[in-house]
């Protein structure tokens, strides 16, 4: 019964095949010896036992290879060097599929969403994190804008970008800066020019987009600075900007009341101010 490789060695189970239809065997045995310590592997391919004779091919330095031949005869020379070179590109095919692999996996895994456009603006790839920004886009026409020009659909404006460093005139090959999303959300971004790896092959422009502090966390954390508040009074100032009373505030925090009475008073005393609806006037000032 035929033994084949498994699936993910495409590569490898065409070789055996090639290599049982070139020289007539019966069955096909393939032997791989990495130069480290991973263990070695061997593909059988058709079905019989018996006499049998042994090539040594050449794999490349990342491996030693031998090939049993079941009931063939003695292959040519020129034979034994184009197995070889078939059996090398089938060894490159396997390591490419496993970088684009560990690649995937590691994309999918960063927080930063990531996007590949081809150069006609066309998305080829996008990570989970790059699918929710697109989904938001679909459902609540999530907007952006740049340097504080008109806002427009994320989409709309993440396409020109592509467009501006995929043109062809050489001008630019990357982009970065920073996109105001709605309500002061903030996102560095950066486009870059990924040309083909081969003469004909098609080009493509490579985006990531990465969450940064907002404009409001960035003017309330300048505010907590510069009259030196606690962590806890930080709380309570944010709650307090939320419009939320003192019972609401304290159920938010799980403390007492009376506790968060005791937080305001330490905040007013800090920023000068004389009871809520000043400290309120003074965050909405700053902000």
């Known amino acids: 019964e035929p033994q084949c490789p498994a699936p993910e060695d495409p590569g490898i189970l065409s070789f055996v095949r090639l290599a049982q239809t070139l020289t007539g065997a019966s069955w096909v045995e393939l032997g791989l010896w990495p130069n480290g310590t991973a263990p070695s592997q061997t593909y059988r391919y058709g079905s019989g036992t018996g006499k049998a004779i042994t090539l040594l091919l050449e794999a490349g330095v990342e491996y030693d290879a031998s090939l049993r031949l079941g009931k063939a005869a003695e292959p040519a020379p020129d034979l034994v060097t184009l197995l070889s070179d078939s059996l090398q590109r089938a060894l490159e095919l396997r390591s490419l599929l496993i970088q684009s692999d560990l690649l995937s996996r590691a994309l999918e895994s960063t927080s930063s969403s990531v996007l590949l456009f081809d150069d006609g603006g066309g998305i080829l790839f996008a990570n989970p994190s790059a699918d929710h920004l697109l989904t938001q886009q679909t459902e609540d026409l999530l907007l952006g804008r740049r340097n504080n020009r008109p806002r427009q659909p994320l989409f709309t404006l993440l396409s020109s970008l592509v467009e501006r460093v ?7 090959s990357a982009w970065s800066g920073e996109l105001e999303l709605e309500e002061g959300r903030l996102m560095a971004c950066e486009v870059s020019a990924v040309p083909a790896p081969v003469s004909d092959g098609p080009n493509a422009v490579l985006v990531t987009l990465q969450p940064t502090e907002s404009k409001s966390d960035s003017r309330s954390q300048e505010f907590s600075s510069s009259h030196s508040l606690s962590p806890r009074e930080q709380e309570v100032l944010q709650l307090l900007a939320r419009g939320l009373t003192t019972t609401a505030m304290a159920d938010e ?6 506790t968060i009475r005791d937080h305001l008073k330490h905040l007013y005393r800090k920023t000068g101010t004389k009871g809520r609806n000043e400290l309120f006037g003074l965050i909405s000032r700053d902000s």
């Open 166 to 172: 995929a043109s062809h005139d050489g001008t630019e």
């Open 253 to 258: 925090l799980g403390i007492s009341p009376h």
